[in-house]
């Protein structure tokens, strides 16, 4: 791996770009259809991987750099913005738009968190650890020690960069701040971080214990959210479809739940969730859940239950992640049918769109948050693709653009969920 030079390597990137980022507007003027803009090889030393995880950068002058993180530990992070022929040879390409690449952990990354204005990224791994990594040096900044299983998903808090969520397959997720570090160090000199504090055992149903004596499969949380009021805390797991939601003020119980069936019995089937993903706003919250299909919940109305689900993938393995489009009027999702597929939010009975080309189970999915209808899938045929929304758009100006950000969990001028107390001290 090249050294990195001693300007940041966004310098350089920044240094190209000749327009700002117009503002976002929204995808559902959009002509149907997406047209595929890249074909990426996840490799190292000419041996391929399986990525895991895929995140593109949260501002928008960094907005089209893409993370992939894969089983073999790396982090690549790819420039998607040059395209090339499609019958060109994409192996080749790949190491042309590859930006960097370098070795996160010895074991599976499973989930990647760009944070600090995309100066940072943090790895989650099934070596029980979370790292923080200063992506112009790639150098481990600290180490997040404390889970007993692998680190599935984790999330940065909305407004305060140094608080972070994460989520395990020990069956527990756990609250850090990344200011306070140990003056102990790992073996290879990191810095270690312990967690603030965090709830065991969040997802172990009375079913689940009584049938399966919480296997460890079961009680794996499999998904964490940190909501945009600031202090509520989203989690789902293996065992079954329910959400709860916690406030870090408080964590000795939930503050609510709710799951696609409120009356749920004995005799029903347990399925888990994969992944959960919030729009820009906070409003909406998706859940991709075993039983094939994508619940849309309303955060306000969470005793509600969901609003919508979405229906046509193939939700094989806990692998198979969804996500909500920033202005929530698109959903994408993974299947084990080897396709991606794309709902409008407001049409949900209408036949998604199916993206074409990979060869094995679609897992991690994205949207670029600076670049309107912009996506990314990746695939156990060790590749990532990328597409684009077709170009027509809509002069309908986005609700979500002329209203202000909803807080997640209502607040006084709502129905109130969380308890009474002192906000959480960040």
Known sequence: MDTPSSHSLFTHI?????????????MDGFVSGFNETGL??????AQHTIPLSLSFCKTSKFGHILAVSDEEGYVTLFDTRRKFPVTSNFEENSEKVKICDWVSHHNAVFDTCWN??????????????????DVQEQKCLGLLTGHTGSVKSMCSHPTNSDIIVSGSR???????DLR????????????????MGGVKGAHISSQARRTRRGRAASMSITSVLCLKDQVSIATAGAVD??????DTRNLKSTVTQT?????STEKQTLHGISSLSQDESGLFLSASCMDNRIYLYNTLQLEKGPLKSFSGCRIESFFVKSAISPDASNIVSGSSDGNAYVWKVDKPLEDPTILKSHDGEVTAVDWCSSEIG????????????????????SSTQCASAIRRRVMAIPSIECKMLLNNGKRFEM
């Open 241 to 246: 479809s329910v959400l709860k939601f916690w």
């Open 259 to 263: 799951s696609p069936s409120p009356q």
């Open 180 to 195: 306070c570090k140990s003056t102990a160090k790992s073996r290879c000199g990191e810095v270690s971080i312990c967690s």
């Open 116 to 133: 600090k204005e995309d100066t940072q990224i943090l790895t989650a791994s099934g070596d029980q650890t979370i790292k923080v990594w």
């Open 374 to 393: 912009k996506l990314a899938t990746c695939s156990d045929d060790f590749t990532v693709r990328t597409w684009n929304k077709n170009s027509y758009v």
């Open 170 to 176: 020990d069956g527990s997720f756990r609250i850090w």
């Open 14 to 26: 920044a240094s190209r770009e000749l327009f700002r980022v117009p503002k976002r507007p929204r």
């Open 40 to 45: 990426l090889a996840v490799q190292h030393n």
